[in-house]
């Protein structure tokens, strides 16, 4: 659906014109947006819908408060359109910001060629822009936006068509001057103080970190919150009115404060606690983060949300767990920053079902993944896909994480038993490519059934020795004995099988680290650097008093 399609189906605006090289100087700084209630902020007036497609909407805006929605419907491409007044053999610049589902934008009438511009659609505001001159004898244009026949609603807002006015005159408000003197003041670890200068025209700002819009503010000032700490960001910020919106500002660059207590998120102790906090409601206890028990220094998130672009990740919080605000649950990781703690998000789950196997799901994994710890203080990322997953891709994915966030990603896995029985399988392959930025994997011994040890013989889950046993395979495969971890229910209820008294699970940690507490398996050698123990799930544990892991986490603590 090209360019040519957009022209014949249109909804319409006519246009006055922007100068051309060989017009005069005093002509150039004439040029205005020659659309008028070109940020909808006055409804649909001046503007056409055919078959009554078009509405003001207050969310999602661009600039200022409304946005124009339009619904295609049947044969009717939810054309808007206006007619606006032109210099005749002027050049004028059409843009638009366009979000949603299929949206062109062209005009028609110039007297010359005329034109259009279109987007197959995009979740955030994308900017469409082009050009176009007018004929010896045009005084009018038709400016129009459409979407596409059976398509979803698509989003308008900020229309301009700049260029000499050709006697219609423009808006009484115009679009606000681009803010100046943007700074930084206090910068905390999760949070930044930004001011700049007023724009005496501007009703109210947009603040950018990144290229994402965080914040309006009304006055020229404002605080950004649920930053992730000893982290740098990029703001910028832009004037808005009536009239739309203005470029965005020189931008400044800050870093956050190191997080206080005891250390920081991204800093996992030599012997370390994992749990896993779930976000829904399974009839285990529900918690918020700060519930969780101090005893875990690694707490992961379950889990993200699978998207339909391969590889992306989003996150949803589930209102089951009770949070009153996005901004509640941020606070809830900076808080476990300051205490020390990491909180990754993890991905995949039972019923995960993200999917990294080309270089566009890697990517996409990859910049969402980033986006996400930016966004809510992730340190970073546990995969738990129990579905399988691609080793030469994920390796990709994690490796392109690993360039973003820096050295203080926090990255786990948690394969099941039969996926690290080999380092030929995918699971083992990926966390020995990813060795040198890998944190620790937890495989979990429960819901197994009888697996190999690394001696050759079968052992049963629900023992001390299929956790050394099992645990030797990784630890004489290649990974490092801090990148091992023994990852069990915190309940008989926290698993379908394998459960263990927390009391096997630390003759099991004595065995691997210390010689001692092993049943018939013994290892050879006794390995002191490892990480410590995992366990599905903090909820689970809570449900049970924390004895899971009131018993464990002061064992993993005090490993040699």
């Known amino acids: 659906m090209g360019a040519a399609v957009a022209a014949g189906a249109a909804a319409a605006l006519t246009v006055t014109a922007l100068a051309t090289p060989a017009q005069s100087a005093d002509a150039a700084a004439a040029d205005v947006n020659v659309a008028k209630n070109a940020g909808f902020e006055s409804g649909l007036s001046n503007w056409t819908c055919t078959a009554n497609s078009g509405a003001a909407v207050t969310s999602p805006v661009h600039g200022g408060t409304k946005a124009l929605k339009a619904t295609p419907s049947g044969q009717d491409t939810a054309e808007c359109s206006q007619v606006v007044s032109v210099k005749p053999n002027s050049t004028y610049k059409l843009s638009s910001w366009v979000q949603g589902s299929y949206a062109y934008l062209g005009v028609r009438g110039t007297g010359t060629t005329d ?24 005084t009018s244009v038709t400016v129009y936006t459409h979407g596409w026949y059976g398509q979803s609603a698509y989003l308008v807002d900020d229309v301009s068509v700049f ?10 408000v115009e679009i606000p001057a681009v803010p100046s003197g943007l700074a930084a003041g206090t910068a905390t670890s999760t949070s930044v103080d930004l001011s700049w200068s007023p724009v005496s025209t501007a009703t109210g700002y947009t603040v950018y970190r990144d290229g994402t819009k965080v914040a309006s503010p009304g006055g020229a000032a404002t605080t950004v919150t649920g930053l992730a700490p000893d982290t740098t960001y990029s703001f910028q910020v832009s004037a808005t009115n009536a009239a739309g919106e203005s470029a965005k500002s020189t931008a400044v660059s800050v870093r956050t404060a190191k997080g206080g207590g005891d250390g920081d998120g991204g800093v996992v102790p030599k012997h370390a606690l994992t749990g896993y906090w779930q976000n829904f409601d399974n009839g285990a206890t529900v918690q918020k983060l700060r519930d969780v028990s101090p005893q875990y220094d690694i707490i992961a998130v379950s889990f993200a949300d699978a998207t339909s672009t391969p590889g992306r990740l989003a996150f949803t919080l589930d209102p089951a767990v009770g949070y009153a605000s996005t901004a509640d649950f941020k606070a809830d990781i900076a808080a476990k920053h300051a205490a020390g703690k990491s909180v990754v998000l993890s991905v995949g789950g039972e019923k995960g079902s993200v999917a990294v196997n080309s270089d566009a799901s890697a990517t996409a994994f990859a910049d969402s993944a980033y986006a996400l710890m930016r966004e809510y203080g992730f340190d970073g990322v546990d995969i738990d896909l129990e579905n399988g997953l691609n080793p030469t891709y994920m390796t990709k994915a994690l490796r392109l994480l690993s360039a973003k966030a820096g050295g203080k990603l926090v990255l786990t896995m948690a394969p ?86 927390p009391s096997v699970v630390n003759n099991a940690l004595d065995c691997l680290t210390r010689g001692t507490g092993c049943g018939s398996f013994k290892p050879s050698k006794t390995y002191p650097g490892l990480r410590g123990a995992m366990t599905w799930s903090t909820n689970w544990d809570a449900t049970a008093g924390h004895a899971w892991s009131n018993a464990v986490g002061p064992k993993v603590h005090g490993l040699p």
């Open 115 to 138: 034109v259009s511009t279109w987007t197959p659609g995009n979740s955030s505001w994308q900017q469409l822009n082009t050009t176009f001159t007018t004929g010896a004898n045009s």
């Open 163 to 172: 260029g000499p006015d050709g006697g219609g005159g423009t808006d009484p």
């Open 416 to 501: 099941q038993t039969i996926d690290m029985q080999s380092t030929s399988g995918a699971y083992f392959q990926t966390a020995l490519n990813v060795k040198d930025i890998l944190t620790v994997v937890n495989m979990q011994y429960y819901n197994s059934g009888s697996m190999l040890g690394c001696d050759g013989k079968v052992y049963s889950q629900g023992s001390v020795d299929f956790l050394t046993a099992l645990a030797c395979i990784q630890l004489e495969g290649g990974l490092d004995p801090s990148q091992v971890g023994l990852g069990v229910p915190a309940s008989t209820r926290g698993a379908g099988s394998g459960y263990v008294a």
